[in-house]
Structure formats: structure tokens, C-alpha cells
């Protein structure tokens, strides 16, 4: 069965830390770009950051560079996003997905709707 599981979500300060994980199982993870997704009250759906696991490539929009670094661990098919500084704005539920027909570079522009693997989301408050 193909699967998406997001954690590490929860209720952090203005300026602190949290990672997120993204545990894949059921498809083979290597073969497909892995991106983090999130969505604030009230706003659409938008791209944080990708990366593809087999050569280890990375995207990142820019509200969230320097901030923000995406990593796999292939040999566990996880994706990690540790979010370092966080600021209010980044409060929303964050949703791991997967898809093989997208780069790097196509993913954070491709609407969401279209993507073909998506977790439930993991809930990130950010307190000010």
C-alpha cells in the first residue's frame, strides 16, 4: 500500500526549532521527487521545499531559505525538514508528498491537486 506518514508536528516559539519526518512505504521511494507542502488558514496550498533522494538535490522556496533543510535517508525511505527560526507565518499543517512525474524544479510550481502521493499533514503552531 502506497503511504505518506508526516510527524513531528506541534506548538513551538517565535524563532525556535522543530523537524518534521516523512515516513514512505509501499512504492519505491528512489524513483520519486519528495516534497514538504503546507497550508495556512485561510491561504492555498503552497510548496516549501523538495528533494530528489537519489542524487540528493534539493529545492526550496525562498521564504523559507536558509531557514529550512530538507534531507533524506534512503535506506530508511524517510525525508526530513528541519525548520530552524520559525516564524508566525510558517504556522499551517504541513503535508509530505510524492510524485515521479515532476523535478525538483517543477514540483514547488505544479498545483497541488495534481501531485499523486500526499500525507494526511502534521500540525505546526508557531507562538509569538
Known amino acids: 500500500e502506497v503511504q505518506l506518514v508526516e510527524s513531528g508536528g506541534g506548538v513551538v516559539q517565535a524563532g525556535g526549532s522543530l523537524r518534521l519526518s516523512c515516513a514512505a512505504s509501499?512504492?519505491?521511494?528512489?524513483?520519486?521527487?519528495i516534497g514538504w507542502f503546507r497550508q495556512a488558514p485561510g491561504k492555498e496550498r503552497e510548496a516549501v521545499s523538495c528533494?530528489?533522494?537519489?542524487?540528493?538535490?534539493?529545492n526550496y522556496v525562498d521564504s523559507v531559505k536558509g531557514r529550512f533543510t530538507i534531507s533524506s535517508d534512503n535506506a530508511k525511505n524517510m525525508v526530513y525538514l528541519q525548520m530552524n527560526n520559525l516564524k508566525a507565518d510558517d504556522t499551517a499543517v504541513y503535508y509530505c508528498?510524492?510524485?515521479?512525474?515532476?523535478?525538483?524544479?517543477?514540483?514547488?510550481?505544479?498545483?497541488?491537486?495534481?501531485?499523486?502521493?500526499w500525507g494526511q499533514g502534521t500540525l505546526v503552531s508557531v507562538s509569538t
Open positions: 508528498v510524492a510524485d515521479r512525474g515532476v523535478t525538483i524544479l517543477t514540483m514547488p510550481s505544479t498545483p497541488y491537486r495534481y501531485l499523486e502521493i
Open positions: 509501499g512504492f519505491a521511494f528512489e524513483d520519486y521527487v
Open positions: 528533494i530528489k533522494p537519489t542524487d540528493g538535490s534539493t
